[in-house]
C-alpha cells in the first residue's frame, strides 16, 4: 500500500476519509497506480480525499486521470493551450454524439488539472481563474468552428447585404467575460451576428437570422445537454435583450436599437464584463457600437441609486432563499467588492478610458492611481476579494458544485481548512467575518446607508413591553393611557399576544430582537407617528393587525431585525395596517413582502405598465434555469411583491380605480408570459420543439383571455379566465430524440402552464385559472387549433358564449395568431341575430346568475349582482354589441366595458347622458368593489349608497331589455 497523503492530523474525519479512499484505490485500481512515482501517487491520494469531484473523475477515466497525475507538475503556473489540444482531439469527429463525448471528457481532465493545483499544488488565484476562463473559451470556441462547418453543410453559408461571409459572435459575460471564472460555473452569453442577408450553397437557402438560430440552439445543447459523460456547462441566455422572451441572436444593428432605446441600468453593470470568445474581424466594430450604452461621456453619478436597487433585490434574495453563510451574496461578500469596483467604472469609464476593463483586479489599481479609490482601501478590497475568491473555488471544488455557501459537515470544513492552510473553524471565520466586515462597511460609505438610531424611544416603552404582564398599577407615568388600554381590552391583546410566542420555537437571539423591537411597535402605534392622518383609537385597529404579522415572522429572526433596523419599514407597516385590512392579512399570510417597505418611494410607485415584463425577467434571472422549484416560487413572489406595491398605490390615492386594473392586468399578462416560457423550457429539453417553430421568434401558441383579464379589469383577488390555441399544422411533429406530435406537444404545453400556476407551494398559487370558457368547456380539449376555435364561434357556440367573447382578447401569442383570433371574433360577434330570441337568452342567463349568486338582503345591496349592479351593466354592453354590431362593426374593436359603452354612444345606439351614466356608475361601483377587497369587507353597499351610484343604470337597463 503506498503512503498515505500529507493531511493534517489535526482533523480526524479527513485523516479517517484518506484511509479509506487509499485502500479503495489500492483495490480496485492498482494496475493504474502502480506506474506512478511516488510523489504522483502522493498528490493523487491527496487529491481524492480532498474533492470528491477527482475520485469520481478517476473512477470514470481511470486511465487519463492516471496519466494526468504522472506527467503533471501541479506547482507549474503554466496555462495550456487549450484550444490547440482540443483541435487536434476532434480531427476525426464525424457527429455531433463524437463533439459531445470529446467535450465532456476533456472538460473534466482539465478540470482535474485545476482542482489539483489548486488544492494540492496551492496554484495562486490568478493562476487558477485564467486557467477556468481559457478552458471555457476554448470548449465554446471549439464546440462553434465545429457546428458551424456541420450547419454549413446543412444550410449553406451565411453572407451579409455587402456580400461578406458572416459568423456568429459569441459574447461571454459575468465571470466569464471578466476573464475570472469560478470553478464550477454556469456561463452567460449573447450570442449575435454582424449583418442580415441569406445562406448560399445548399438546396434551399435560409435568411441568416434563422441559420444563426440554429446553430446558436445547437451550441447551447452541446454545452448545456446532461449526456453519459455528464455536461460541459450549464448555459444561460437570459443575459441577452429581452431575456427568454426574446430572440436567441440578434444582428449588430438590433443589439445597437436595443440598448440605446430600451438599455436599463442593470444592463449597463452585465454589459462591463462583455467580452467576445475568441478572436474575429467584427469584434471591435461591435464594442464601438455598445460602448456609448456603457460608459457615458459625463461623470455619471445616477449608477449609484440603480446600485441602490438592485443590492436591495439581492438581499430580498438572499432572506427568501434564506442564504446564510453565502460569501457571493451575503454582506461584505464577493458580490459587493464587484458592485464598489463597477459603480466607479460606470462613473469615471466614459472619461478616464483606462477603466474600460473587464477583469476586477486589472482594474483596482487604475482606481488608485487616478485617485478615485484611496490605496488602503483598494489594497483590503484586493486582500478581501482574493480570500473570497480563493474559498469559494476550493468549495465548488469539492465536488463540482455550483455553491458559494460555508460548507456545515465538518468533514468539507476541514477539507476547506486543509487547503487554506487554517488551523480551526473559529480561526477561519475570524478572518472571514474581517474581511466581509471592511467590505461591508467600503460599501455602505458608497451607497450612502447609515446604521438607525435607535436612542430616541422613551424608556417608559421598554418598561412597559417587558413588566406589563405584571400588574399595571404600578405605573405611574402615562396613567390615562394605561386606563385607556385597559378599558379597550389592549393589555388582554398584549398579554395573548405574549403568551402565544412564548409556545413558539425563537431563539436567543430572535428573543432578543424582539424584545427590542417591541417597544419601538407599541411606540409608533400609540403615538401616531406613523399616521399620516391619525384616527382616535386607532392603536384598536392597528395593534392587533401589526402583532398578527409580527407573530408569524416571530420565528424568523431576519425579519425581526428588519423591521428593528429599518424604523421606516416599521412605520410604514404600520400605516399601511392602518389603511389597509387585506394588505395587513396579505404580509401576514406572505411575510417575504415585508423587504418591500424597506424603499416607501419605490412600495407606492409601481411599475410603468411596460416595465412588468422587464422587471419579471430581471427577477428570475438571479434563479437558475433548471431549479423548477425556486422558478414557481420566484413567480409568486414577484406577483406578490408587485401585487403590494399596486394595492400600496391605490389606497394612497397614486393610482386611480382605472389603473389598478391596469397594472393588475399587466402584471397578469407579464406573468403569462414567464410561464410559457418556464413551460416552453422544460418541454423543449425532453421532446424538442415543433419543426414549424425552428429558426423563428415564435411558439405556434397563444392565450385568450376572457372575462376581467380580458376586459383589463382585473381585482386583487381576481383569477384568470383563459382559453389556450395553437396554429401548428396536423403533420407537424418535434425535432427532438422523443419525437411525438405538435398538437400532443401543445397539449402537454397547456398542462405544465396549468401546473406552474395552480400547484399549492409555500409561497401559495399563482394565480387561480378557469379553463372552463374553452370550446365545449370543460369536455372540451385542453388547447384547440385555431381553425378549430374558429368553427367552434361561428356554428356551434351558444349566447352566452359569443357574450364572453365580446370580453375576449389574445393576451400572449405572435401576430399571426393576433390578427387571425381577431378576424374570427370579429365574424363571430356581427353574425346577425334575431333580437326577440337574443334578449331573451340574455335575459334568462343574468336571472339565472342573480337567483344563484346575489347576495343583497335588506338594506344592503351586492355590488355586482344587485340590480343595477357591475354584472347587468356588463350584460348590457355585451347584449348591444350582439344587437348592433352587425350594423356598426367598429364595436367589436375594444373588448373593455368603458371603451365599448363610448363605442355604442359614437355610433348612436345609446345616448350620450345614458352612456355617461353608466361609465361613472361602472366606475364608482368597481371603485367600491376595490375599497370592499382592501378593507376586508362584503362587497355590499347601503340601499342609498347603492342608489347614489347606480340608480339610473336599472331604469337604462329596462328601456333596452323589457
Known sequence: MPNLPIINTHFDELVALAKQRNQQLVDDYQNYIEPLDSSAVENLMAAVTLSDFVFRAFEQQPEAIAQLFAERDFTDSHVPDYEEQLANLLQGCDSEACLHRVLRQFRQQAMVDIAVSDMVGHAYLDVSLARLTKLADALILSALNWLTLFCQERWGVPYGVDGQQQTLLVYGMGKLGGG???????????????????????????????????????????????????????????????????????????????????????????????????????????????????????????????????????????????????????????????????????????????????????????????????PESARVLTNAYRFLRRVENVIQALDDQQTQTLPDSELDQARLLHVLGIDTWQEFLTRLNAHLGFVHDEFNQLIGEEAPNHEDIQAQWQTLWHDSWHDTDDFTWQKAIASNWQKDGIWQTLYEFKQELDKQPIGQRGRVVLDKLMPRVLFHIHSNSAFENAYENTYEVVLPRVLQIIQKVASRTVYLELLYENDGALIHLIRLCQQSHWISDYIAKFPILLDELIDPKLLHNPPALADYVNELQQAMLRIPED??????????????????????????????????????????????????????????????????????????FAVLGYGKMGGIELGYGSDLDLVFVHDCSLNDTTNGEREIAASQFYV??????????????????????????????????????????????????????????????????????????????KRALTNP??????????????????????????????????????????????????????????????????????????????????????????????????????????????????????????????????
Open 180 to 374: 475570472e471564472l469560478n470553478f464550477s460555473s454556469d456561463i452567460d452569453l449573447i450570442f449575435t451576428y454582424p449583418q442580415t442577408g441569406k445562406t448560399h450553397g445548399a438546396r434551399k437557402s435560409l435568411d441568416n437570422q434563422t441559420f444563426f438560430t440554429r446553430l446558436g440552439q445547437k451550441l447551447i445543447a452541446v454545452l448545456d445537454q446532461q449526456t453519459a459523460d455528464g455536461f460541459v456547462y450549464r448555459v444561460d441566455m437570459r443575459l441577452r435583450p429581452f431575456g427568454d422572451s426574446g430572440p436567441l441572436v440578434l444582428s449588430f444593428s438590433a443589439l445597437e436599437d436595443y440598448y440605446q432605446d430600451q438599455g436599463r441600468d442593470w444592463e449597463r453593470y452585465a454589459m462591463l464584463k462583455a467580452r467576445p470568445i475568441g478572436q474575429g474581424e467584427h469584434h471591435q466594430e461591435l464594442s464601438q457600437l455598445l460602448r456609448p450604452f456603457v460608459y457615458r461621456r459625463y461623470i455619471d453619478f445616477s449608477v449609484i441609486e440603480s446600485l441602490r436597487k438592485m443590492k436591495l433585490m439581492i438581499s430580498r434574495e438572499v432572506r427568501r432563499k434564506q442564504l446564510t453563510n453565502n460569501i457571493k451574496l451575503g454582506a461584505g461578500g464577493i458580490r459587493e467588492v464587484e458592485f464598489i469596483v463597477q459603480v466607479f467604472q460606470l462613473i469615471r469609464g466614459g472619461r478616464v478610458k483606462e477603466l474600460q476593463q473587464r477583469n476586477l483586479l486589472t482594474v483596482l489599481p487604475l482606481l488608485v492611481e487616478h485617485q478615485i479609490v484611496p
Open 833 to 962: 341575430r334575431e333580437n326577440g330570441e337574443l334578449k331573451k337568452q340574455v335575459v334568462e342567463m343574468r336571472e339565472k346568475m342573480r337567483n344563484h349568486i346575489d347576495t343583497s338582503s335588506g338594506q344592503c345591496i351586492d355590488i355586482k349582482h344587485g340590480h343595477g349592479g357591475l354584472v347587468d351593466i356588463e350584460f348590457l354592453t355585451q347584449y348591444l354589441v350582439l344587437r348592433f354590431s352587425g350594423k356598426y362593426p367598429q364595436l367589436t374593436e375594444f373588448s373593455d366595458n368603458i371603451r365599448i359603452i363610448e363605442g355604442l354612444a359614437k355610433v348612436g345606439v345609446v345616448s350620450d347622458e345614458s352612456a355617461q351614466c353608466l361609465v361613472d356608475s361602472y366606475c364608482q361601483l368597481r371603485n367600491a368593489s376595490h375599497r370592499a377587497v382592501l378593507q376586508d369587507g362584503k362587497a355590499q353597499l347601503s340601499q342609498t349608497m347603492f342608489n347614489q351610484m347606480a340608480g339610473s343604470v336599472a331604469q337604462i337597463w329596462q328601456s333596452f331589455m323589457e
Open 627 to 700: 431549479d423548477v422549484e425556486s422558478q414557481m416560487n420566484g413567480l409568486r413572489q414577484f406577483k406578490q411583491a408587485q401585487q403590494l406595491r399596486i394595492a400600496a398605490a391605490d389606497i394612497s390615492g397614486v393610482l386611480p380605480l382605472m389603473k389598478v386594473s391596469d397594472h393588475l392586468t399587466a402584471l397578469a399578462e407579464a406573468i403569462i408570459g414567464e410561464v410559457i416560457q418556464q413551460a416552453w423550457h422544460q418541454l423543449t429539453a425532453r421532446f424538442g420543439q415543433p419543426k414549424s417553430t425552428l429558426g423563428t421568434n415564435h411558439k405556434g
Open 748 to 825: 402537454k404545453l397547456a398542462q405544465k402552464v396549468m401546473h406552474i400556476f395552480n400547484t399549492r407551494m409555500s409561497s401559495g398559487i399563482l394565480y387561480e385559472l378557469d379553463m372552463r370558457l374553452r370550446p365545449s368547456g370543460n369536455s372540451g380539449v385542453l388547447v384547440i387549433h385555431i381553425d378549430s376555435f374558429a368553427d367552434y364561434q361561428l356554428t356551434e357556440a351558444w349566447t352566452w358564449e359569443h357574450q364572453a367573447l365580446v370580453r375576449a382578447r389574445m393576451v400572449y401569442g405572435h401576430d399571426d395568431i393576433r390578427n387571425n383570433f381577431s378576424a374570427i371574433r
